[in-house]
T-cell receptor
Framework: QQQVKQSPQSLIVQKGGISIINCAYE??????FPWYQQFPGKGPALLIA?????SEKKEGRFTISFNKSAKQFSLHIMDSQPGDSATYFC????????????FGPGTRLSVLP | DAGVTQSPTHLIKTRGQQVTLRCSPK?????VSWYQQALGQGPQFIFQ???????QRGNFPDRFSGHQFPNYSSELNVNALLLGDSALYLCASSFPAGSTDTQYFGPGTRLTVL
């Protein structure tokens, strides 16, 4: 019930291409869905986040698509760059519990030059 | 504005020992959460401190304990270390508790248990 599933485990994209990472959850009480980017040896850094009252949110090259009925959400990285090569984590939380995040297992993205 | 800071950066301990990790939250933040990130996995929630009290706890044994000080900084203590405790320990801060603001993570402390 608390699990967040994430796919693919790894992803290789050519420079300029679109990277798509998918996540799914079961707990309908989740109401906050952030995506984090993590480089080796660093802590996760917030990329973009969404709440269930909207179906899409865009910030620069990053877009979250949210499907409440399917309990799925995805991250799209447009015009992927080699500097985007990192591990990406989706997460979910119930705000009323003070944002205790449940993380997906991560997707290792490699963008080839 | 300093972000979340953690110390030490790296730590090597042997089985059975005890360890203390430290965290200073981002300026203005009053809530501190601790996560364990095993190699190749996503972070797992250990516990959260607010107003110097443990407010939430994940599925971790009592060997994991913590403390929050009046200046909002926090410590994570792990007793009777096991090999499986080797991981990156992340501290995250947020303010105010339960708001739309998200959690900001520190760089982590890499703990190796031999």
């Amino acid at each position: 019930q608390q699990q967040v599933k994430q796919s693919p485990q790894s992803l290789i994209v050519q420079k300029g291409g679109i990277s798509i990472i998918n996540c799914a959850y079961e707990n309908t009480a989740f109401d906050y869905f952030p995506w984090y980017q993590q480089f080796p040896g660093k802590g996760p850094a917030l990329l973009i986040a969404i709440r269930p009252d909207v179906s899409e949110k865009k910030e620069g090259r990053f877009t979250i698509s949210f499907n409440k009925s399917a309990k799925q959400f995805s991250l799209h990285i447009m015009d992927s760059q080699p500097g985007d090569s990192a591990t990406y984590f989706c997460a979910a939380s119930e705000t009323r519990w003070g944002q205790n995040f449940v993380f997906g297992p991560g997707t290792r993205l490699s963008v080839l030059p | 504005d300093a972000g979340v800071t953690q110390s030490p950066t790296h730590l090597i301990k042997t089985r059975g020992q005890q360890v203390t990790l430290r965290c200073s939250p981002k300026s203005g933040h009053d809530t501190v959460s601790w996560y364990q990130q095993a190699l190749g996995q996503g972070p797992q929630f250990i516990f959260q401190y607010y107003e110097e009290e443990e407010r939430q706890r994940g599925n971790f044994p009592d060997r994991f304990s913590g403390h929050q000080f009046p200046n909002y900084s926090s410590e994570l203590n792990v007793n009777a270390l096991l090999l499986g405790d080797s991981a990156l320990y992340l501290c995250a801060s947020s303010f105010p508790a339960g708001s739309t603001d998200t959690q900001y993570f520190g760089p982590g402390t890499r703990l190796t248990v031999l």
